[in-house]
């Protein structure tokens, strides 16, 4: 594994919304929405603004679902992130990031050679019952180094974050998501992006950056930089495996028609991220 890719990417401190308090966040949430009130207003309607809110109403009526609620999920501090805090993930999620970066992933074929679901399933067999366990961090970590390779590991990660209750995104974002997809005007796309970032749940942001960061850190590890394609995704074919794994689930009801719109739009939404992330970001 290449450490000065890894140590390259950790300078690129940004300021984020995750960096905020509660009360700092909560003002900057509702002094973006008063900024750009107009332009949300023309492209969301009230019942959208209301449930990016949160507020009572929003709560009451369009409830996001809150990766926090699932009291089964141990929080723990992740350094995947471009911020100056700690973001906190699942303690699965952690184990198993950390794991393969402590592996050689100049590898071809990650997040593109498709794996037995079988080992898929022992994987994050293994990995569950070593954390109900109460196995070592550092013993859950050698096991699953000798037992699977990369490209196992990563598609355990695609696999865990699919498996989670709810989506990273809420579902009930999805008509929220295809009116912002449908702005023509990019830069207002973006601040929509934004927008909609701000109000998720804070748990649901965590792991969004820190699973993006994750993504993009593989990406520059198994490609040299940026520099060596060859039987390896960019950063396009990697948005548009995980999509599924963040957005949907199962039992949704979206057409085949919206699949290739919300392809799309994680594939902006990732390219983009490190400036919606930001506070007070430019477009």
Same mark, same amino acid.
């Given at each position: 594994?290449?450490?000065?890719? %890894?140590? &390259?990417?950790?300078?690129?401190?940004?300021?984020?919304? +995750?960096?905020?308090?509660?009360?700092?966040? $909560?003002?900057?949430?509702?002094?973006?929405?008063?900024?750009?009130?107009?332009?949300?207003?023309?492209?969301?309607?009230?019942?959208?603004?209301?449930?990016?809110?949160?507020?009572?109403?929003?709560?009451?009526?369009?409830?996001?679902?809150?990766?926090?609620?699932?009291?089964?999920?141990?929080?723990?501090?992740?350094?995947?992130?471009?911020?100056?805090?700690?973001? /906190?993930?699942?303690?699965?999620?952690?184990? $198993?990031?950390?794991?393969?970066?402590?592996?050689?992933?100049?590898?071809?074929?990650?997040?593109?050679?498709?794996?037995?679901? #079988?080992?898929?399933?022992?994987?994050?067999?293994?990995?569950?019952?070593?954390?109900? +366990?109460?196995?070592?961090?550092?013993?859950?970590?050698? &096991?699953?180094?000798?037992? /699977?390779?990369?490209?196992?590991?990563?598609?355990?990660? =695609?696999?865990?974050?699919?498996?989670? &209750?709810?989506?990273?995104?809420?579902?009930?974002?999805?008509?929220? #998501?295809?009116?912002?997809?449908?702005?023509?005007?990019?830069?207002?796309?973006?601040?929509?992006?934004?927008?909609?970032?701000?109000?998720?749940? =804070?748990?649901?942001?965590? #792991?969004?950056?820190?699973?993006?960061?994750?993504?993009?850190? %593989?990406?520059?590890?198994?490609?040299?930089?940026? &520099?060596?394609?060859?039987?390896?995704?960019?950063?396009?074919?990697?948005?548009?495996?995980?999509? !599924?794994?963040? %957005?949907? =689930?199962?039992? +949704?009801?979206?057409? $085949?028609?919206?699949? !290739?719109?919300?392809?799309? /739009?994680?594939?902006?939404?990732?390219?983009?991220? !490190?400036?919606?992330?930001?506070?007070? !970001?430019?477009?």
């Amino acid at each position: 594994m290449d450490e000065n890719i %890894i140590k &390259k990417k950790s300078i690129k401190i940004l300021r984020t919304i +995750n960096d905020l308090e509660e009360d700092e966040y $909560l003002s900057y949430r509702e002094e973006y929405y008063n900024t750009n009130k107009e332009l949300i207003k023309k492209y969301l309607n009230l019942f959208d603004t209301v449930q990016l809110k949160q507020n009572f109403w929003g709560r009451t009526f369009f409830h996001m679902s809150d990766l926090a609620d699932d009291k089964d999920v141990f929080w723990v501090s992740s350094s995947l992130k471009y911020g100056m805090k700690n973001v /906190f993930v699942p303690i699965d999620f952690y184990t $198993l990031t950390e794991t393969v970066l402590t592996l050689d992933c100049r590898v071809r074929g990650i997040f593109r050679v498709r794996n037995s679901m #079988i080992t898929v399933k022992e994987c994050v067999n293994m990995l569950e019952v070593e954390l109900k +366990n109460r196995t070592s961090f550092k013993d859950i970590r050698n &096991k699953l180094a000798e037992n /699977f390779n990369v490209i196992d590991l990563t598609t355990a990660f =695609k696999e865990i974050t699919r498996n989670y &209750k709810t989506t990273v995104i809420p579902e009930n974002c999805l008509k929220i #998501i295809f009116k912002c997809f449908d702005t023509k005007d990019k830069a207002e796309r973006l601040i929509l992006y934004h927008y909609l970032y701000i109000s998720l749940p =804070k748990f649901n942001r965590h #792991i969004l950056e820190a699973t993006i960061y994750f993504l993009y850190l %593989i990406h520059d590890l198994a490609t040299n930089g940026g &520099k060596e394609y060859e039987n390896n995704m960019n950063m396009e074919g990697i948005s548009t495996v995980m999509m !599924p794994n963040l %957005i949907l =689930k199962e039992n +949704n009801n979206v057409s $085949l028609d919206q699949v !290739p719109l919300l392809v799309e /739009f994680m594939v902006e939404f990732i390219a983009n991220f !490190p400036n919606i992330t930001k506070q007070n !970001p430019t477009f």
